[in-house]
């Protein structure tokens, strides 16, 4: 398949735009504009007033005006580098415009004195004088229509001005061809929102700051256009995800009845009813795209144990990948005493399996000897082979995007996929980054959870807290202490973490471990078995702590430079204490003095520990694209969406797109051959892959 004809002239050459050379095409880069198509969608982000005014005296200075004025006298530059000045007057006024760096000639020809021009630009005062520096405007009053009354505003960058983005507009709306409509004709109607062609065409022409706005008609109409592509491709992904497994993994509970038996606890309602799901998924013929997600502590590992157990009662094998090796064999801890009671084998694999012992695990894996495999990424390397896998099942995923999770997909076969997320995302995100999934949350935390108390305290009273640390330590209990990411740079953030271990080693003995990115993944994992055995009691450490780490005794919580983390971020450390039956402290440590901003953050953590209230928090401070980084969460960038403020709408698309997909599977139809262009239009080249193969 290839682009519609149709199309061509939004993806020609930047430089078939008036005014448009091969120079500027380049300087469009940093804007991300490279086809006339990416200027379509780049839109002003302010407008200002050119609505023209009889005098200058009508307004307050500074402020900018349009108004006609009379030539009267050109005086040029007196010394070299002063500025050439025009003395004219408009209705009631004399003023000054004011040019530096210009070329006397061009300034005659632009504004020959006697005669009339409209001017519009900043007026300012200077020494009590009114003058216009660089006017942004000079037209001849014959001209003066071409003006807008409310002139937009575009992002700018080197080498392209407002004058050059208005002209190539212009161009690229003069391309503009008639598409059908792919909107849902309902839809379009309730939201009264313009065609496509009349939407570009108005947000390109705003009539005031009201057309500006995420709610104006046809700039919601265009952003439902991107969260509706977008919601396209995830519903195709979910379908060609779920198509073609043709097997049925049906559970006799009888594995899982000796596991449940075995528990000290009852699940909670939220887990019953995630593993009710994930079985329901597994026995049916299409394959399960899930998502498990619930908020730190909300007990996933025991779901996914049991989603496990569900594929070897089916006769099959499971397995589960984890982000590092730490988190792997701390999942095999928690994960093996079920496996006993369960009487099924479990095994790990992680990239320092080697040799013989490696080669015997493949051997009894291919067998079907192992009934769970367990392992880092190492679990899905090519020469892995299983007997029979049917659940693979990723915990913390978060980090992966769609386009990731879709390989994976391939690489798990055709088996039920399963993938684990202590993020709490807001819900418009999660329909952005895991709209190709099912969701399973995890909304409810296991009973007896001692809330954990959070203070903030300035790092100027460092000493108190190691005072403090030295109390807890002496009655046994633990801490973990973290280092902030300095500079975003591996290296400069374990130099911290590795002063203050020495720091710390200095005023409370050897009772004090360190672990950090840097170290060798042995050291590592010995840093972290001798805290869980208790024989370090405070464990100085960067962020590779943040998911997953459970050690029940631990009930302190340093970070140090609190101000400068995520708080989404926080809120994942802070989860790695209250786990146990002691009462937890977290510390946030901040460098003073803290900014209102950063004191309005820190606030939210110490005032909630719900997972989801923080991350809408979050979002509603800092705007969907900073929430959890972009790249690092998966999300997709949007161009005229605006995830935030036009929430509701995603939603609404992945409603009509899944619903589109289950009456036009093939989008063959008239909608359906509209979508279609509508792809092409927004590059969603995943869903058309996915639109050839089936
Ligand atoms: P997470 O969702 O963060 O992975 P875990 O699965 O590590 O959470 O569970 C956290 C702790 O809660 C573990 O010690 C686990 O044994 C315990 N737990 C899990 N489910 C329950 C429950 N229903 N009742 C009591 N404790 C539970
Ligand atoms: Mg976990």
Redesign the pocket.
């Given at each position: 398949m290839s682009r519609p004809e149709i199309l061509f002239p939004l993806f020609a050459g930047l430089d078939t735009l008036p005014g448009v050379g091969a120079r500027t095409a380049k300087n469009f880069a940093p804007l991300g504009v490279e086809r006339p198509r990416d200027l379509l969608f780049l839109l002003p982000h302010a407008g200002v007033d050119r609505s023209r005014r009889a005098s200058i005296r009508d307004v307050v200075p500074p402020c900018v005006v349009t108004v006609e004025v009379e030539v009267l006298a050109h005086f040029p530059p007196r010394r070299q580098a002063g500025p050439y000045r025009v003395t004219v007057r408009d209705k009631s006024l004399e003023f000054q415009l004011v040019f530096f760096h210009a070329r006397s000639d061009y300034l005659q020809g632009l504004l020959p004195t006697g005669q009339r021009r409209v001017v519009s630009g900043k007026v300012e005062l200077f020494d009590g004088v009114a003058q216009m520096v660089h006017p942004d405007h000079v037209l001849r009053p014959e001209e003066a229509g071409d003006l807008p009354a409310f002139e937009p505003v575009y992002p700018l960058t080197a080498g392209v001005t407002q004058k050059i983005i208005a002209r190539a507009a212009a161009g690229a709306l003069a391309r503009l061809p008639d598409l059908a409509e792919w909107i849902d004709a309902p839809l379009l109607a309730r939201e009264g929102w313009p065609g496509w062609k009349a939407a570009l065409t108005a947000v390109h022409a705003p009539q005031g700051p009201g057309d500006l706005a995420p709610t104006a008609p046809a700039r919601a109409r265009l952003a439902y256009d991107e969260l509706f592509a977008h919601q396209l491709t995830l519903a195709l992904a979910r379908k060609a995800a779920r198509r073609g497994k043709g097997r049925v993994s049906q559970g006799t509970g009888r594995l899982q009845a000796k596991v449940l038996e075995s528990?000290p606890?009852?699940?909670?309602g939220a887990?019953s009813r995630a593993v009710g799901e994930i079985a329901l998924d597994m026995q049916s013929p299409l394959r399960m795209s899930r998502l498990l997600q619930?908020?730190?502590?909300?007990?996933?590992?025991?779901v996914a144990m049991l989603a496990l157990l569900v594929a070897v009662e089916a006769g099959g094998q499971g397995v589960m990948m984890a982000p590092t090796e730490i988190l792997a064999r701390q999942h095999m801890e928690?994960l093996a005493p079920l496996a006993r009671a369960a009487g099924v084998r479990l095994e790990s694999l992680t990239g320092r399996d080697k040799g013989a012992e490696r080669a015997a695990k493949l051997a009894d894996l291919a067998a079907g000897r192992i009934d769970i495999l367990l392992g880092t990424h190492a679990v899905f390397q090519k020469d892995v082979v299983f007997h029979d896998l049917r659940l693979a099942v990723v915990d913390e995923q978060h980090r992966f995007g769609v386009a990731q999770r879709m390989e994976l997909g391939a690489k798990g076969r055709a088996a039920d996929v399963l993938v684990?997320t202590?993020t709490p995302i807001p819900r418009s995100l999660a329909l952005a980054s895991y709209g190709d999934m099912d969701v399973s949350v995890?909304d409810e935390k296991?009973?007896?959870r001692k809330p954990i108390r959070t203070v903030l305290v300035s790092d100027q009273r460092i000493d108190e807290v190691v005072g403090h640390l030295a109390h807890a330590v002496a009655e046994g209990r633990q801490a973990y202490w973290v280092c902030p990411l300095v500079e975003d740079s591996e290296l400069v953030d374990h130099a911290s973490a590795e002063a203050r271990f020495a720091m710390l080693r200095a005023a409370l003995g050897d009772r004090v471990g360190l672990v950090h990115g840097q170290m060798p993944p042995a050291e590592k994992d010995e840093a972290m078995a001798r805290f869980v055995a208790g024989e370090t009691q405070v464990l100085v450490a960067t962020t590779v702590i943040e998911v997953?780490v459970?050690v029940?005794n631990a009930s302190i919580m340093v970070i140090e430079r609190a101000e400068i983390f995520g708080l989404a971020q926080l809120h994942q450390l802070r989860?790695r204490v209250g786990?146990g039956a002691a009462e937890s402290t977290c510390l946030l440590l901040y460098g003073a003095p803290l900014s209102e901003a950063a004191e309005r953050r820190l606030k939210v953590i110490r005032d909630t520990e719900d997972g989801f209230r923080i991350a809408e928090e979050d979002l509603a401070m800092r705007g969907a694209g900073d929430l959890i980084g972009t790249a690092q969460s998966g999300l997709p960038r949007f161009r005229m969406a605006d995830l935030e403020r036009q929430a509701g709408l995603m939603a609404i698309a992945q409603t009509d797109a899944r619903r589109l997909l289950a009456d036009d599977p093939d989008l063959t139809g008239a909608r359906g051959r509209a979508a279609r262009v509508l792809l092409w239009l927004l590059d969603q080249d995943r869903a058309i892959k996915l639109l050839s193969v089936g």
């Open positions: 528990l606890y009852a699940l909670t887990q619930g908020d730190v502590g909300a007990g996933k590992t025991v928690a684990m202590a995890l296991p009973p007896g997953g459970n029940p989860g786990r």
